[in-house]
């Protein structure tokens, strides 16, 4: 075995979704375990009376590999059912079996040993990956040292080194219907070397890029109190109707104004999880007596797939007075099967901005946008 990413900056929503996009300015962190050896056993080591007088019998799956050895006096972490602490090598049976100064609890089967004598210095350093403004290429933006604790665990804080790659410049044209916005988000991901100490040279084991472990970030902050943390799950769009409440569009404001003749547009994030789907944006305008005045239905560019999207607002009719904007997902190309994903400054809806129909059922206005 080798090192195990055990938590990731995804969470998954109540609704059994999964957000990979996290918001840039607060802690992005991975936690990693060390895993030596796999444990086969654990059992009682002699027959002293009563049982816990005994010292324990570890069995491995299979031997240690050279470099790495087992010998009497080394000090091994062993984490195998209640077992879970450093303790004394007593002696060596073979390089799979041995005993260990603990005192005997009952039986265990499974579970990892690591070896803190032997592997000494034992570090990791993370590489750190931006990915280019394609998708396709990673490029490495920096790198950390990190040591484990006793148990083998490790964290790594990479936020600081992603922040580089976003920026504040607005290159929104405000006439393309949808825009990826590579200074507002992007894709990383991290790789990491195992490093440590032998008698005769450093031992050096590396991991792969597993690129269904990309993440996204998006250049934003949350309230770390806030559901999900850092996580930007709320903002995420998934193409069910598992979480009661859809996705919000990224905008302070419930009910935002448009001020005629100045630039205005909205921010959502296209999201892994619906790049599969066509998706249309949506628009209704309606004049002071809530008469439709106006309609618009295009289909999303799926070149700002993987990206936070600057979505144009369309043309503001004279008489209008208030424009409702959503996306439509089709699910299957089936149309009787759209959902309208509405966004999140209705005010009708405060404690569900983000409503889930069908057709044929006509919705109620979606969302409120005043023109002034």
Same mark, same amino acid.
């Given at each position: 075995?080798?090192?195990?990413?055990?938590?990731?900056?995804?969470?998954?929503?109540?609704?059994?979704?999964?957000?990979?996009?996290?918001?840039?300015?607060?802690?992005?962190?991975?936690?990693?375990?060390?895993?030596?050896?796999?444990? @086969?056993?654990?059992?009682?080591? $002699? &027959?002293?009376?009563?049982? !816990?007088? #005994?010292?324990?019998? %570890?069995?491995? /799956?299979?031997?240690?590999?050279?470099?790495?050895?087992?010998?009497?006096?080394?000090?091994?972490?062993?984490?195998?059912?209640?077992?879970?602490?450093?303790?004394?090598?007593?002696?060596?049976?073979?390089?799979?079996?041995?005993? @260990?100064?603990?005192?005997?609890? $009952? &039986?265990?089967?499974?579970? !990892?040993? #690591?070896?803190?004598? %032997?592997?000494? /210095?034992?570090?990791?350093?993370?590489?750190?990956?931006?990915?280019?403004?394609?998708?396709?290429?990673?490029?490495?933006?920096?790198?950390?040292?990190?040591?484990?604790?006793?148990?083998?665990?490790?964290?790594?804080?990479?936020?600081?080194?992603?922040?580089?790659?976003?920026?504040?410049?607005?290159?929104?044209?405000?006439?393309?219907?949808?825009?990826?916005?590579?200074?507002?988000?992007?894709?990383?991901?991290?790789?990491?070397?195992?490093?440590?100490?032998?008698?005769?040279?450093?031992?050096?084991?590396?991991?792969?890029?597993?690129?269904?472990?990309?993440?996204?970030?998006?250049?934003?902050?949350?309230?770390?109190?806030?559901?999900?943390?850092?996580?930007?799950?709320?903002?995420?769009?998934?193409?069910?109707?598992?979480?009661?409440?859809?996705?919000?569009?990224?905008?302070?404001?419930?009910?935002?104004?448009?001020?005629?003749?100045?630039?205005?547009?909205?921010?959502?994030?296209?999201?892994?999880?619906?790049?599969?789907?066509?998706?249309?944006?949506?628009?209704?305008?309606?004049?002071?007596?809530?008469?439709?005045?106006?309609?618009?239905?295009?289909?999303?560019?799926?070149?700002?797939?993987?990206?936070?999207?600057?979505?144009?607002?369309?043309?503001?009719?004279?008489?209008?007075?208030?424009?409702?904007?959503?996306?439509?997902?089709?699910?299957?190309?089936?149309?009787?099967?759209?959902?309208?994903?509405?966004?999140?400054?209705?005010?009708?809806?405060?404690?569900?901005?983000?409503?889930?129909?069908?057709?044929?059922?006509?919705?109620?206005?979606?969302?409120?946008?005043?023109?002034?």
């Amino acid at each position: 075995m080798s090192i195990t990413v055990t938590k990731y900056p995804k969470r998954t929503t109540t609704g059994g979704n999964v957000s990979k996009w996290v918001a840039l300015h607060n802690p992005i962190i991975y936690e990693l375990q060390r895993k030596d050896y796999t444990v @086969l056993s654990v059992t009682k080591n $002699g &027959n002293l009376f009563p049982a !816990f007088k #005994n010292t324990i019998r %570890v069995k491995l /799956n299979s031997p240690v590999v050279s470099p790495d050895t087992i010998t009497e006096g080394d000090f091994i972490y062993i984490k195998s059912g209640v077992y879970d602490g450093v303790y004394e090598v007593g002696s060596v049976t073979s390089q799979s079996e041995f005993a @260990l100064q603990a005192s005997f609890k $009952g &039986n265990s089967t499974g579970g !990892f040993v #690591n070896l803190n004598t %032997v592997r000494e /210095n034992y570090h990791l350093q993370v590489e750190i990956l931006g990915v280019n403004d394609s998708g396709t290429n990673y490029y490495v933006l920096g790198s950390a040292n990190i040591t484990a604790s006793p148990a083998g665990v490790m964290k790594v804080d990479v936020h600081e080194w992603i922040k580089e790659v976003a920026d504040y410049k607005n290159e929104y044209n405000y006439t393309t219907l949808n825009v990826k916005d590579k200074n507002l988000s992007n894709g990383f991901n991290i790789r990491f070397i195992e490093t440590w100490e032998t008698e005769d040279e450093n031992n050096i084991q590396e991991s792969t890029i597993v690129d269904s472990a990309r993440h996204f970030f998006v250049n934003a902050a949350k309230q770390i109190s806030e559901q999900y943390g850092q996580n930007m799950a709320i903002y995420c769009p998934f193409p069910n109707e598992l979480d009661a409440n859809k996705a919000k569009f990224l905008s302070g404001f419930e009910v935002p104004t448009i001020f005629r003749g100045y630039p205005f547009d909205l921010q959502f994030i296209y999201s892994d999880n619906i790049s599969p789907y066509i998706i249309y944006s949506i628009s209704e305008q309606y004049d002071l007596n809530g008469g439709l005045v106006a309609s618009d239905n295009e289909k999303l560019d799926v070149a700002g797939i993987l990206f936070v999207n600057r979505l144009r607002i369309p043309p503001i009719n004279a008489s209008a007075k208030r424009i409702n904007m959503y996306l439509q997902i089709i699910v299957s190309g089936v149309p009787d099967v759209e959902r309208l994903y509405q966004s999140c400054y209705a005010e009708s809806y405060a404690d569900d901005y983000y409503e889930c129909l069908t057709t044929p059922v006509i919705p109620d206005p979606p969302e409120e946008l005043p023109i002034a």
